[in-house]
């Protein structure tokens, strides 16, 4: 198999293989994270039965383009179907007349397109679980989808019948910077770490975007052929990834332009403001699908109710088209080749270090020595507007003690001067006095190479590189 990293997954399907009772597994994740390259890749050419949903078609399409798969993998013809009900007749005499040994599998992959309006797709599916499959002990039923919202609502929440009928579920994450890294040694790409983590920064280790990379190509090469040349791969890739997933995007846009500019995130109120989208039930549904895709995160500032949530973008990749591709303001084809460091690349690079930071919380915690200590994350906002403290990441921890962590994207060693250790001294007080909070404060500097030995170095307790990261 050519499947980097994914080693939990991989497990889980084995699991799900060799399971003496019929299975229903849901997996889902952000669009171009790798879902239906998994699968293939696992199961190989060992389908009963795999059909792709289409996006922007009706019922009638859709029947048709079902009917062909049957007669792919059909070992008889089967007549097009005119409901939905009927083609789920046809698929289980398809499997009653398999001759596979072991599990039966049924990958039915971009499931949210089959289900168009009025075309009693789900009822036909709940028959075909309900009634037959879910009773067949060498069924292995997967569904897959890049909607999720779709996947959580219709399938994973269900209050018809198929409530609590999924029996496993996998979530696809993005890459970590150890696959990552393993993808470019495999791919044999002369990279260092340092632009492994800048190319995060911008691709958020969506296996889809290194796919198209060039080994040939340096890091910022790369960057440059994928997003600033005129005939860029990715030239409409923001607008049809959010028309791809979501009706009338312009509202998902709309909501994470805003939050694009305000690293720490906004309110619920706050972005009603920042976008003028009327106050109701149909910007929670848009902020829930946002966020249930990947592109955003609801959390809460420590010592906050949560009615006080804030939302943050955390999409990699929108990050850097509402900083550098939205306005097109950069004719240049070698722009990121010879970009020349500014106030605009300071303020994104800072902001899409610490996404990276955050992503990466168990590698942190493994080089902190707290791999086994229930800890929880939050950030933290000082009430006093005076001095306005801000800590990005604490991470609390269950044997008394709290990290401030304070996260550096640097080139080179980073230097603690006197006015950055007075500001982390403040920001500890500030911190411990509004909070009255009882534990160890420990400052931890997580930094591209590493702190420089000076007269302030010694104020740190811990320290986090780059190469913790990769873990």
Excluded at 261 to 283: C, D, F, M, V
Excluded at 397 to 414: H, P, S, T, Y
Aim: hydrophobic share 40%; glycine share 6%.
């Amino acid at each position: 198999m050519a499947i980097i990293g994914r080693k939990t997954e991989l497990e889980a399907l084995e699991r799900f293989i060799a399971s003496d009772s019929a299975e229903f597994v849901a997996v889902f994740g952000r669009r171009r994270v790798g879902k239906t390259f998994l699968i293939r890749e696992f199961f190989g050419d060992k389908f009963t039965f795999y059909h792709t949903g289409m996006a922007n078609t009706g019922m009638e399409m859709q029947l048709h383009s079902f009917n062909a798969s049957l007669n792919h993998y059909g070992t008889v013809s089967y007549p097009e179907a005119t409901t939905w009900f009927d083609s789920f007749g046809q698929l289980r005499k398809l499997i009653l007349r398999s001759r596979k040994k072991g599990k039966k599998v049924v990958f039915l992959d971009e499931m949210p397109w089959m289900d168009t309006p009025r075309s009693g797709f789900l009822t036909a599916l709940e028959h075909f679980w309900n009634g037959w499959a879910s009773g067949q002990k060498d069924i292995l039923l997967i569904v897959c989808g890049s909607i999720t919202s779709w996947i959580v609502d219709k399938i994973l929440n269900n209050r018809g019948g198929l409530h609590n009928r999924v029996t496993q579920q996998i979530y696809l994450h993005p890459f970590t910077l150890s696959e990552c890294e393993a993808y470019y040694k495999k791919n044999h790409f002369a990279m260092s770490r340092r632009e492994m983590v800048e190319n995060y920064m911008i691709f958020g280790g969506i296996p889809y975007y290194l796919s198209l990379m060039q080994k040939q190509l340096s890091m910022a090469q790369n960057v440059d052929n994928l997003l600033f040349a005129s005939n860029t791969p990715l030239k409409n890739e923001f607008q049809n990834l959010y028309d791809s997933l979501f009706k009338k995007a312009e509202n998902h846009i709309k909501i994470v332009e805003a939050l694009s500019s305000k690293a720490k995130g906004l309110t619920r109120n706050e972005i009603i403001s920042a976008t003028k989208l009327p106050n109701g039930g149909g910007i929670n549904r848009v902020l829930k699908e946002l966020e249930l895709s990947g592109f955003i995160r609801r959390y809460r500032g420590y010592g906050k109710k949560i009615r006080h949530s804030l939302y943050q973008l955390v999409d990699f990749y929108t990050l850097f088209y509402f900083n550098f591709l939205k306005d097109s303001a950069f004719n240049d084809e070698h722009y990121w080749t010879n970009f020349i460091e500014n106030a605009r690349h300071r303020a994104w690079s800072g902001y899409a270090f610490e996404q990276v930071c955050l992503s990466h919380l168990s590698q942190i915690k493994q080089k902190l020595g707290i791999s086994g200590v229930l800890t929880s994350a939050y950030s933290w906002i000082s009430n006093d507007k005076k001095h306005g403290a801000q800590i990005d990441l604490l991470i609390e921890r269950n044997d008394n003690v709290i990290n401030l962590c304070e996260m550096k994207f640097a080139n080179e060693k980073f230097t603690i001067d006197k006015r950055l250790d007075e500001n982390l001294r403040n920001k500890r007080a500030a911190f411990k006095e509004e909070t009255k909070n009882r534990k160890a404060v420990h400052l931890t500097m997580i930094t591209t190479y590493g702190v420089k030995r000076n007269a302030y170095w010694g104020h740190i307790q811990s320290e986090v590189t780059v190469n913790d990261l990769f873990t």
